[in-house]
C-alpha cells in the first residue's frame, strides 16, 4: 500500500468518525428535544384533569404536536444533510485516488 494510499484510508476513517460523531449527537438532541414533547404531553394530561379553560388545554396539545413534529423534521433534514455531505467528501477522496 502506497504512502498516498494510505493517507486517503486515514481520511475515509476520519469522515465516518466525524459523520458518527454527528449521527450520535443528532439523534441525541432527537431524543432531548422528543422528552420535552412527552413532557408537555403529561403537562397537557395534567390541565386537563385540573379543568383549566379549554384554551390553554388546546395550547399545550398544538405547543405538543408542534415541538414533536418539528423535531422529527429537523432530525431527517439533518441525516439527509450529513449523508449527502459525507457521501460526497468520500467520492472527492476516492475520484482523486484515480
Known amino acids: 500500500m ?6 486517503e484510508v486515514k481520511g475515509a476513517l476520519t469522515l465516518v ?12 438532541l432527537f431524543i432531548i ?3 420535552a414533547a412527552i413532557l408537555l404531553k403529561y403537562f397537557h ?3 386537563k ?4 379553560p ?22 431527517f433534514f439533518f441525516i439527509i444533510y450529513e449523508a449527502v455531505t459525507f ?3 468520500i467520492w472527492h477522496i476516492f ?3 484515480v
Open 2 to 7: 502506497t504512502n498516498s494510499s494510505k493517507q
Open 95 to 97: 475520484q482523486n485516488e
Open 49 to 52: 384533569f385540573i379543568e383549566m
Open 45 to 47: 394530561d395534567l390541565l
Open 33 to 35: 428535544i422528543g422528552c
Open 17 to 28: 468518525i466525524h459523520f458518527t460523531r454527528q449521527i450520535i449527537f443528532a439523534t441525541g
Open 54 to 75: 379549554e384554551i390553554i388545554v388546546d395550547i399545550t396539545k398544538y405547543a405538543e404536536l408542534f415541538l414533536f413534529a418539528v423535531d422529527i423534521i429537523c432530525f
Open 87 to 89: 457521501l460526497k467528501e
